[in-house]
């Protein structure tokens, strides 16, 4: 069974520019969460998705927003980015609604100049 | 400008002693917990999970102990191999009753395995 596919793998981008990343959970899988990995904060919790419908939102602003399609595959999107938003952001597919395993894709590295 | 690195606990061992790699949780209300191993250039591999109606949960080399009382959670790794070396992340879950959760996650510790 496939991993969990985030792609890109790499991104630079300009300030003030938008950015979408994508994810395609495990067969099955129909819980998709987004991380944000920086040094300085760690990982953070942004947003999951289940049914096509956000279920969790983590505290970050209105720029960072998602979606989620009928396959379970997911997007998230930047607008107006920030030097302050380079980070690695990572992915998370569950296979159900009860707290089960969280399996992590290897991440898009983000990078605004 | 420079960035402010992540300040992480470090554990250096050698090849085949045990490791034992802390955590201290903040949320009483937290159920479920994890841990993760995170190397260079990789997502977060799942290790081991607890539910908070356990003390200790065995896997692979691995044990995980979990101590509500203090709200502390570690986990330990027999035999310590170099392919252990990386960055050890415990998680929470502390949405207590709901479906679905986020995950809380610690600083992480970076565990070097010395030959």
């Known amino acids: 069974k496939a991993g969990v596919t985030q792609t890109p793998r790499y991104l630079i981008k300009t300030r003030g520019q938008q950015v979408t990343l994508s994810c395609s959970p495990i067969s099955g899988h129909r819980s998709v969460s987004w991380y944000q990995q920086t040094p300085g904060q760690g990982l953070q919790f942004l947003f999951e998705?289940?049914?096509?419908?956000?279920?969790n939102k983590g505290n970050f602003p209105g720029r960072f927003s998602g979606r989620q399609f009928s396959n379970s595959r997911s997007e998230m999107n930047v607008s107006t980015l920030e030097l302050g938003d380079s980070a690695l952001y990572l992915c998370?597919?569950?296979?159900?609604?009860?707290?089960?395993?969280?399996?992590f894709g290897q991440g898009t590295r983000l990078t605004v100049v | 400008g420079e960035s402010v690195g992540l300040h992480l606990p470090t554990l250096s061992v050698q090849e085949g002693d045990n490791s034992i790699i802390n955590c201290a949780y903040s949320?009483?209300?937290?159920?479920?917990f994890i841990w993760y191993k995170q190397e260079s250039g990789k997502g977060p591999q799942f290790i081991i999970d607890i539910r908070s109606n356990m003390d200790k949960r065995q896997g692979q080399r691995v044990t995980v102990l979990l101590n509500k009382t203090v709200k502390h959670l570690s986990l330990q790794i027999a035999a310590t191999q170099p392919g252990d070396s990386a960055v050890y992340f415990c998680a929470e879950n502390r949405d207590r009753g709901s479906t679905l959760g986020r995950l809380y996650f610690g600083r992480g510790t970076q565990l070097t395995v010395w030959p």
């Open positions: 949320n009483s209300a937290s159920d479920y």
């Open positions: 998370a597919s569950r296979e159900g609604v009860m707290n089960t395993e969280a399996f």
């Open positions: 998705y289940f049914s096509e419908t956000q279920r």
